[in-house]
């Protein structure tokens, strides 16, 4: 069964960068789409980018276009997203998630494969 694991959350001031990590293994012959997800206190699990199994497209949320890149490494089975200029409303668990491509930012997934999510704090 597939695996998914993010890490490289943490505490940050407004304006600072954080760089987060999907890793995923177990049984795949080829690698997935990976789409990243952001859950706010209090609000629903929103799609922020996705990325194709290969690498060569992506695709953003309008409120992380220009701040946040996500990019993939497939030989370590690993997908990132690099985020940038970090606002007081990232803040909040973010998932990865692997799909059999990106409908847009997010992936689609017929089946339920998530991570389980690492803390992003962006204080004031």
């Known amino acids: 069964q597939l695996r998914l694991v993010e890490s490289g959350g943490g505490e940050v001031h407004a304006g600072g960068s954080l760089r987060l990590s999907c890793t995923y293994s177990?049984?795949?012959?080829?690698?997935?789409?990976i789409g990243w997800f952001h859950q706010a206190p209090g609000k629903e699990r929103e799609g922020v980018a996705c990325?194709?199994?290969?690498?060569?497209?992506?695709y953003y949320a309008d409120s992380v276009k220009g701040r946040f890149t996500v990019s993939r490494d497939n030989a370590k089975n690993a997908v990132y997203l690099q985020m940038n200029s970090l606002k007081p409303e990232d803040t909040g668990v973010y998932y990865c998630?692997?799909?059999?491509?990106?409908?847009?930012?997010?992936?689609?997934?017929?089946?339920?494969?998530w991570g389980q999510g690492t803390q992003v704090t962006v204080s004031s």
């Open positions: 998630a692997a799909g059999d491509y990106c409908s847009g930012y997010t992936p689609y997934m017929p089946l339920d494969y």
């Open positions: 177990g049984f795949t012959a080829n690698p997935y789409a």
């Open positions: 990325i194709s199994s290969s690498g060569v497209s992506t």
